[in-house]
């Protein structure tokens, strides 16, 4: 459901908004699709959502991982919905019995991106198949995709009518079509289709209304399999897998699988909040990045070489095993920009497959493309943030002996080819680009860790330059790394030089100098919670760049003040259990924050992402009196692993001593 349509401005579930604007099968970054509102009595659909919302109220809301209940007031129906990986279930029930009806916007904009394109046919009293299109990006993408749905219905649909922009009504059909006026326009570049889009937008709405027979207290049922291929394939999805109309065995099935993908880590004892933001972090963690890959292996790309325009989709197939299964799934995500700090530690101890999986498709993708992507979206690059984060994720993953879906040696001439020549002087631009030689610096070291070890050494050694940039950005004045950074400023930044702390002390004066520097800016900004946004306070973890920063203190002598550091930012700045301090202002990015979160509650992190030749957990204060690891077997050897604290209290945070299997760990 969403509450709220900015349209890149915080489109989706706002708990604080009071009417339900519709139900969008999918909820991806710079992707929205398949929008559908229950609804009875008259309605004009050409006024759009704000014609056709209804309150609702959170006391008759049900929220769980893999369900969602709610009741319309208005239209006086409850809806309930749940999904499989390509099909998602609703199951409606009127209290009333006034012409019910179900909306299918397609046209109009939801979340992050304008619908157009708007195809829908009712093949059958029971059937609908149609599809729409994706553009208007932000962020990038590719500048027009499309999605592809099949619809069953448990009832027949009476009649079909439709509606076009802010008056056109299209009674009694069967086939419904909005195509773009001009096909000049889908190929001929972003700035004609950008045109289109805003000379289109104040009657964009466009969609279809079906009626079908419910009296009070009936139940209707309908399933809409997705793909983003074709119509074929989406057909095929939901066929396999959700081929009956039992409602309640899909949702179990889900609640399991999520209990079996959060249960991965259990904790017991400490506060009763702690644990419930723990799992929250963790449900963030696992949410956001999308299959796009159908049942039979078939993705959608727009990578590759460029036409004039934008070339048309081609359907690639993953690579099948040996029993013809695909090697790995295909995804659209956020950017993994400085992952290192987050998902690269924690997917790595309860969810590698994850890594092994994302790592496979990243250089897919480049094989698709010629480049990683940062953030490959709908099929397509987009080119948000900076750097190549997907080195670090995937040396990561190959560390920890995880990488098993795409072969070391590929994997790593993809990292070497997406890796730019060009070094950031400090001369060459101006103000200074010094966040790009931070991350940069730590990318190349990452990939020279592997270089290494793969017996490339010649590369290594060309790496050392790009390793090593960033030390031209000291500024003996300030004591800090100084110029431009990439959503973060001097003091926030400058601690990230996470694989070469060492250096970074020597420049300011010694192991003292910067413990102190850095513990002034934690005190200084305790008030605040330790939550800024955008390059403002000497701290900041509402975003990714200086999250490791608690952390640097166990490498410059000083562990007790990482313990005492990650307590308080663990319990001031990601604490907030209640719909308006969950998220505590962060800039989330698709379970990130979420992720760091949960680390300082285990009491693990790795400021080297676990890229290291020898990639180490480091401890700090666990919050909970009993932690379970439960390990992959695929990629572990053993069943589990399993942390306990004694004499654990919020103002008992010290470690004192600690031993790992039964010997003590110095």
């Known amino acids: 459901a969403y509450t709220r349509n900015k349209n890149q401005l915080g489109g989706g579930y706002n708990y604080n908004s009071t009417d339900i604007l519709g139900f969008a099968q999918i909820h991806g970054w710079l992707m929205s699709g398949i929008n559908v509102m229950p609804l009875t009595g008259p309605v004009n659909p050409n006024l759009g959502e704000q014609g056709w919302k209804s309150p609702f109220s959170h006391d008759t809301e049900v929220i769980e991982p893999g369900y969602h209940q709610l009741f319309l007031d208005r239209y006086q129906t409850q809806v309930e919905y749940t999904s499989t990986d390509r099909v998602a279930f609703y199951r409606l029930k009127h209290r009333g019995s006034a012409d019910p009806q179900l909306l299918l916007s397609l046209g109009g904009f939801v979340g992050n991106c304008s619908y157009v394109d708007g195809r829908a046919k009712l093949v059958s009293p029971t059937r609908l198949e149609g599809s729409h299109g994706m553009t208007d990006r932000i962020w990038g993408g590719p500048k027009l995709s499309h999605v592809f749905f099949v619809i069953d219905f448990n009832r027949p649909i009476q009649r079909m009518d439709g509606w076009k922009g802010a008056g056109i009504k299209l009674p009694d059909i069967?086939?419904?079509?909005?195509?773009?006026?001009?096909?000049?326009?889908?190929?001929?570049?972003?700035?004609?289709?950008?045109?289109?889009?805003?000379?289109n937008r104040p009657e964009e709405q466009a969609g279809v209304a079906l009626s079908y027979d419910a009296r009070a207290g009936d139940e209707l049922l309908f399933k809409i399999g997705i793909s983003y291929t074709s119509i074929e394939n989406a057909r095929k999805n939901l066929e396999a897998e959700c081929p009956h109309w039992d409602f309640d065995q899909v949702r179990n099935d889900a609640r399991a699988e999520w209990n079996e993908w959060l249960?991965?880590?259990?904790?017991?004892?400490?506060?009763?909040?702690?644990?419930?933001?723990?799992?929250?972090?963790?449900?963030?963690?696992?949410?956001?990045?999308?299959?796009?890959?159908?049942?039979?292996?078939?993705?959608?790309?727009?990578?590759?070489?460029?036409?004039?325009?934008?070339?048309?989709?081609?359907?690639?197939t993953v690579a099948k095993d040996a029993r013809g299964k695909?090697?790995?799934h295909m995804y659209n995500s956020d950017a993994f920009?400085?992952?290192?700090?987050?998902?690269?530690?924690?997917?790595?101890?309860?969810?590698?497959?994850?890594?092994?999986?994302?790592?496979?498709?990243?250089?897919?993708?480049?094989?698709?493309?010629?480049?990683?992507?940062?953030?490959?979206?709908?099929?397509?690059?987009t080119n948000i943030m900076t750097g190549c984060p997907a080195t670090s994720m995937i040396t990561a993953t190959?560390?920890?002996?995880?990488?098993?879906?795409?072969?070391?040696?590929?994997?790593?001439?993809?990292?070497k080819r997406s890796h730019p020549l060009q070094l950031p002087a400090k001369v060459s631009v101006e103000p200074p680009r010094v966040g790009i030689a931070v991350q940069g610096a730590f990318e190349y070291w990452a990939l020279a860790q592997m270089a290494e070890e793969l017996g490339h050494h010649d590369d290594a050694e060309s790496f050392q330059e790009w390793i090593d940039c960033w030390k031209q950005f000291h500024d003996p004045e300030s004591n800090l790394l100084k110029g431009r950074w990439v959503e973060a400023n001097d003091w926030q930044g400058t601690f990230g030089v996470s694989h070469d702390i060492p250096g970074l002390s020597t420049l300011m004066g010694g192991d003292d100098t910067l413990a102190e520097k850095l513990n002034q800016a934690f005190e200084e900004e305790a008030h605040a919670h330790f939550v800024f946004s955008y390059g403002r306070g000497k701290v900041s973890y509402a975003n990714q760049p200086g999250c490791s920063n608690a952390h640097v203190f166990s490498h410059v002598g000083r562990p007790w003040q990482s313990q005492y550091w990650v307590r308080r930012v663990s319990r001031q700045a990601y604490g907030g259990t209640n719909p308006n301090m969950?998220?505590?202002?962060?800039?989330?990015?698709?379970?990130q924050m979420g992720g760091v979160s949960a680390l300082m509650k285990l009491g693990l992190f790795s400021p080297r992402g676990t890229?290291?030749?020898?990639?180490?957990?480091?401890?700090?204060?666990?919050?909970?009196?009993?932690?379970?690891?439960?390990?992959?077997?695929?990629?572990?050897?053993?069943?589990?692993?399993?942390?306990?604290?004694?004499?654990n209290t919020p103002d008992n945070i010290y470690i004192q001593k600690a031993a790992l299997n039964g010997k003590p760990l110095k």
Not at 582 to 591: F, L, P, S, V
Not at 614 to 621: G, H
């Open 174 to 199: 069967t086939e419904f079509a909005d195509p773009i006026a001009d096909d000049r326009i889908v190929h001929g570049g972003a700035r004609e289709l950008a045109k289109y889009v805003l000379r």
């Open 398 to 415: 190959w560390q920890k002996d995880q990488l098993t879906k795409v072969d070391a040696e590929t994997a790593y001439e993809a990292m």
């Open 611 to 647: 890229c290291a030749q020898d990639p180490l957990y480091e401890i700090t204060t666990p919050e909970f009196d009993e932690i379970t690891i439960r390990l992959d077997p695929h990629y572990y050897s053993g069943k589990t692993f399993t942390i306990r604290t004694h004499n």
């Open 263 to 316: 249960g991965k880590i259990t904790v017991q004892g400490g506060p009763e909040d702690t644990r419930v933001k723990f799992y929250t972090d963790l449900w963030h963690v696992l949410l956001g990045r999308h299959k796009l890959d159908d049942l039979s292996g078939d993705y959608p790309s727009y990578m590759g070489p460029r036409d004039p325009g934008e070339p048309a989709l081609k359907v690639r």
């Open 337 to 381: 920009w400085l992952t290192m700090w987050n998902l690269n530690i924690l997917w790595g101890l309860g969810w590698p497959e994850l890594l092994d999986e994302f790592s496979a498709c990243l250089v897919q993708n480049e094989s698709d493309g010629g480049r990683l992507p940062r953030g490959p979206s709908a099929g397509g690059y």
């Open 326 to 328: 695909p090697k790995h």
């Open 582 to 591: 969950g998220y505590g202002g962060h800039d989330e990015d698709q379970g």
